[in-house]
């Protein structure tokens, strides 16, 4: 059978080139129609064509016949790192001779019917069917078993500009789901759907959008301040005083860069002198310090009793930053004991 109307592939990274219609079959002969971005190596992006190879793959039946695709893959060579590489196909995954729709396809038919049923219809194997079948399902349950303790945080998605709002398994280490925004209605969208994940532990900032939403949809499920954040606070507030005091240091030139990040210490001769040139550094520098150990503590009593003394004294320091600190640690206390 001959005809010019090319068939509604539905793919359309490819342009058909040339169509074989018979009796049980439609043969298409397809490319791509973009040529690859970047180097699949090195990510440069001077591609040269090196040649091609042609591909085989089943798609999902067409007008009731068997679709055999046959990609004329091109094959690049980069100008950088001089390697060569197959295009990368956004409809098959590599290594496959099925197209991703055919394998979901394959993966809910086997749901709804069996496995032989699925197998006659498409005219494959019995054994490639069960193998698709068991590699999606085993997919699946990857995707949606959870440790149950689940982190919402907020990320920027490009440096100083707009927040997303993102849920992982904290002891898994996965991503859930996105949200697009950090608000109150972005992190009730997102944390609705993970209702029925096993939910055990909510872990989250110190961000009341979030801990809105989480109190309305769950309200048994414990809160749990992150330690990344709570101890970034407190180095926040120790920062902000050794910038209004940074003239007082001037004389101690390595000592400046010294007291920016841990795990470095000062050793206590440096804090000696730190005292000397700036009381108000090394107060603040001991402050945040001895905010570390509440982490040492091993009962929630230990650590109560910890933390309101800490605040006690970080209320008779004379430095505002660590008084706003106090305010913010009041707060939320009992979600970070
Ligand atoms: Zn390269």
Same mark, same amino acid.
């Given at each position: 059978m001959k005809t010019n109307i090319s068939l509604p592939l539905g793919l359309p990274e490819f342009i058909i080139l040339k169509q074989t219609i018979q009796e049980t079959r439609i043969l298409l002969e397809v490319e791509t129609i973009e040529p690859p971005n970047r180097c699949i190596h090195c990510g440069f992006s001077n591609l040269k064509r090196h040649d091609k190879r042609l @591909? @085989?793959? @089943?798609?999902?039946?067409? !007008?009731? $016949?068997?679709?055999?695709?046959? +990609?004329?893959? $091109?094959?690049?060579r980069?100008?950088?790192? $001089?390697?060569? !590489?197959?295009?990368?196909?956004?409809?098959?995954?590599?290594?496959?001779?099925?197209?991703? @729709?055919?394998?979901?396809? +394959? !993966?809910?038919q086997c749901r709804d019917t069996t496995i032989s049923y699925v197998s006659r219809q498409l005219a494959m194997s019995y054994k490639t069917i069960e193998r698709i079948y068991y590699k999606m399902a085993k997919n699946e349950i990857q995707d949606k078993q959870t440790s149950g303790v689940v982190g919402i945080d907020e990320i920027a998605v490009r440096k100083g500009h707009r927040y997303e709002t993102v849920v992982t398994d904290i002891i898994k280490g996965n991503v859930h789901e996105m949200g697009a925004d950090r608000d109150y209605q972005s992190a009730l969208e997102i944390l609705e759907r993970l209702e029925d994940r096993g939910l055990k532990t909510l872990v989250m900032d110190m961000w009341w959008p979030f801990h809105k939403a989480a109190k309305q949809l769950y309200p048994d499920i414990p809160i749990v301040i992150d330690k990344y954040h709570v101890v970034q606070k407190v180095n926040h507030a120790f920062d902000q005083v050794r910038k209004a005091h940074n003239a007082q240091i001037k004389g101690l030139k390595k000592g400046r860069f010294a007291l920016l990040k841990r795990p470095f210490r000062l050793t206590e001769k440096q804090l000696e002198e730190y005292h000397e040139e700036s009381p108000e550094i090394a107060h603040a520098y001991y402050l945040k310090e001895w905010f570390y150990d509440l982490y040492e503590q091993s009962t929630y009593e230990e650590a109560e009793a !910890?933390?309101?003394?800490? +605040?006690?004294?970080? $209320?008779?320091?004379p430095f505002s930053a660590f008084h706003e600190y106090t305010k913010t640690l009041d707060t939320w206390k009992i979600h970070i004991l």
């Open positions: @591909r @085989r793959v @089943r798609d999902m039946n067409l !007008f009731h $016949k068997h679709l055999h695709l046959l +990609i004329h893959v $091109k094959r690049w980069c100008q950088n790192c $001089k390697e060569v !590489f197959s295009e990368p196909l956004s409809s098959v995954p590599s290594g496959s001779h099925q197209t991703y @729709r055919l394998q979901e396809h +394959i !993966f809910e !910890f933390l309101n003394t800490w +605040i006690e004294q970080a $209320k008779m320091s």
